[in-house]
């Protein structure tokens, strides 16, 4: 599905950025432009980011 209509990125591409490491809109849209135009698409590239980023799981001290 297309997320940024104004620079044609799809949520597919995002979620690569974000499984390459991107961690903020910004850093989406040095990787793939997304967000780089309107800002209409802010909302859903943030939901990705949110979305795709690993959870880290810490141990409990026993």
Do not use: N, Y
Not at 4 to 12: G, M
Not at 37 to 48: A, D, H, N, Q, Y
């Amino acid at each position: 599905m297309i997320v940024c209509h104004c620079e044609a990125v799809s949520d597919r591409v995002i979620r690569k950025a974000v499984r390459k490491g991107a961690t903020t809109v910004d850093e989406v849209t040095q990787r793939c432009g997304a967000g780089g135009g309107c800002g209409g698409c802010v909302p859903e590239i943030e939901r990705l980011v949110h979305h795709e980023q690993p959870v880290v799981v810490v141990g409990l001290a026993s």
